[in-house]
């Protein structure tokens, strides 16, 4: 048994994070999202994901800083 890829998801739009996470999970992937920015960060240690999606255009922060 393999063990599924995880993908955190940090978006601030609730329905395009609903779209993009149900698409994700439907295709087998674990998915965990977030639409603040610190939460995404409290968390993305212990979750530990394969692959994160992140906006770019937070309203607490912006996503490219994030990324450095």
């Keep these: 048994m393999t063990e599924e890829t995880r993908v955190s998801i940090l978006e601030d739009s609730l329905e395009l994070q609903r779209l993009i996470s149900d698409a994700l999970t439907a295709a087998g992937f674990t998915v965990q999202a977030y639409n603040r920015a610190h939460e995404f960060e409290r968390n993305v240690d212990n979750f ?3 692959i994160c999606i ?3 255009g937070l309203p607490d922060r912006d996503g490219l800083g ?3």
């Design 48 to 50: 530990s994901p394969d």
């Design 54 to 56: 992140i906006d770019l």
């Design 66 to 68: 994030l990324l450095k």
